[in-house]
């Protein structure tokens, strides 16, 4: 079953709204999260380091003010779209590293968040 | 400098045959992993296979075997007996230095379409 997992699974919006993803780590307790974006057929590109009870990490390029990132807990972190565009469509994934884990696969994805402002 | 490079945007293969997907990684520092994932079009990612920097032997899980070739800094992931399902996208990535931190690379992917 599913370790991380992601909510909503899709999600519509106007422009101009703020929607909020979360991330939820089930069985273990994630000290840092990733959130990535991804456009159709192109890769995943890493927008932030979600921190617990510190700020997140932002990658260059990345608006902080408008990707707005929360880590209150040890199982939880929010990506909230801020004034969401047409341009902000796309879909959102997350990933969470287990710290319980000494080597290999380190790290869960969850489901991945559908985007669509229209 | 792309750290991830996939060259090869869709493979095709019949079923019940083996295919290889091609990745060469950049990257100066002596400890670092390497991952395979699956993307269907549901868009999860599914975590396939895994070779550590210090890995002395070549990873294997099921029908999925890692092609490590460190000197040549490639990680290509074969696919034996392919199966309809095996249809998706592939993504090669990479996490350097400390492997529990977690930040991954992740190349363009390759679509692959299983032929019955």
């Known amino acids: 079953g599913a370790v991380v997992s992601q909510h909503p699974s899709w999600v519509i919006c106007k422009s101009g709204t703020s929607v909020k993803i979360e991330c939820r780590s089930l069985?273990?307790?994630?000290?840092?999260m990733f959130w990535y974006r991804q456009f159709p057929k192109q890769s995943l590109m890493l927008m932030a380091t979600?921190?617990?009870?510190?700020?997140?990490?932002?990658e260059q390029g990345v608006e902080k003010d408008k990707f707005l990132i929360n880590h209150a807990s040890l199982t939880l972190s929010t990506l909230t779209v801020t004034s969401a565009h047409p341009e902000d469509s796309s879909f959102y994934i997350c990933?969470?590293?287990?710290?319980?884990?000494?080597?290999?696969?380190?790290?869960?994805f969850g489901e991945g968040s559908w985007l669509t402002v229209v | 400098a792309q750290k991830i490079t996939q060259t090869q945007p869709g493979m095709f293969v019949q079923e019940k045959e083996a295919v290889t997907l091609d990745c060469t990684y950049d990257?100066?520092?002596?400890?670092?992993?390497l991952f395979w994932y699956k993307q269907p079009s549901s868009g999860e990612m599914i975590f396939l296979i895994y070779?550590?920097?210090?890995?002395?032997q070549n990873a294997t899980e099921g029908r999925y075997s890692l092609n490590f070739q460190k000197a040549r800094k490639s990680a290509n992931l074969v696919i034996s007996a392919s199966q309809l399902g095996d249809s998706a996208m592939y993504f090669c990535?990479?996490?350097?230095?400390?492997?529990?931190?977690?930040?991954?690379?992740f190349g363009d992917g390759t679509t692959l379409t299983v032929k019955p």
């Open positions: 069985d273990f307790q994630a000290t840092t």
């Open positions: 070779q550590g920097s210090y890995d002395q």
């Open positions: 990535a990479m996490r350097e230095g400390d492997t529990n931190a977690g930040k991954s690379t």
């Open positions: 990933s969470a590293r287990d710290p319980g884990r000494a080597s290999g696969n380190t790290i869960y």
């Open positions: 979600s921190n617990e009870g510190s700020k997140a990490t932002y």
């Open positions: 990257t100066s520092d002596p400890s670092y992993g």
